[in-house]
């Protein structure tokens, strides 16, 4: 261990997350700046680990990393950031509802499609018909959700609907 705090590979091999991953989140501003040891390796505290249980568990409910960022800058202000969270999650909800709402318009209409052409298939080409998939911000959430950690960007929820205290 490093005096006073926790070494790199002591934080990844007690959180389970990766090198890499420790050190994007130190460069988005989630992990507070690690102090340096003589030798140059990255040393945090030790309530670190809390820390990335909590973005951990944020990402698997989809929460972006500039998300995580805003309620992790919110919290260090010392601010209870429940209530932008709770905001969060039910427009992550709301959103999650109208894409199963159009999956569910496309399965439904998927007889519809037959014999059409299409470049690889029709039944998702042609959106079941429903052209307000084209237009709605599910479809766009769901594009967003794919990228990568490196590219993320905050849902629409995040620039609209909250704003930092």
Known sequence: ???????????????????????????????????????????YPSDVLALLTFVGQARQLGLTLAEIRHIVALRRAGAAPCVHVRAL????????????AGLRDILASWHTTK????????????????????D???????????KSLLTAIPSESARTRTRPS
């Open 1 to 43: 261990m490093g005096t006073n705090g926790l070494l790199i590979g002591e934080v990844a091999t007690r959180s389970g997350v990766s090198r890499k991953a420790l050190r994007l989140y130190e460069a988005r501003g989630i992990l507070p700046p690690a102090r340096r040891t003589s030798s140059g390796y990255r040393c």
């Open 89 to 100: 999650i039910e427009q992550k909800a709301a959103d999650l509802e109208a894409m199963l």
């Open 115 to 134: 014999g059409r052409s299409a470049a690889v298939c029709p039944h998702i080409e042609t959106k079941g018909g429903d052209t307000r998939w084209n």
């Open 136 to 146: 709605s911000r599910s479809a766009r959430n769901a594009r967003n959700a794919r």
